[in-house]
């Protein structure tokens, strides 16, 4: 849906220690794994914005511009 009402890809980051049991009866996320989760996703729009990874579609072709067709 959101490509859909946005054109824009979506990216998914995982932040859980893999021991937190992902979906189980007990499953948990600690303090600490939030913190780190935190800092990762603004280093990640920081190097976003400064075009770190749309310097070449071979590198990275779900972030690069993409080319219109013509007809």
Known sequence: MFKEVLGAESIMMGFCDPNCNAHGPNE????????KGIRAA?????????GWFVSSRRAAPFLAP?????G
Not at 42 to 50: D, P, S, T, V
Not at 66 to 70: A, D, G
């Open 42 to 50: 603004a280093r990640f729009l920081e190097k976003m914005a400064k």
């Open 28 to 35: 948990f996320f600690g303090l600490e794994d939030l913190h």
């Open 66 to 70: 993409r080319r219109r067709r013509r």
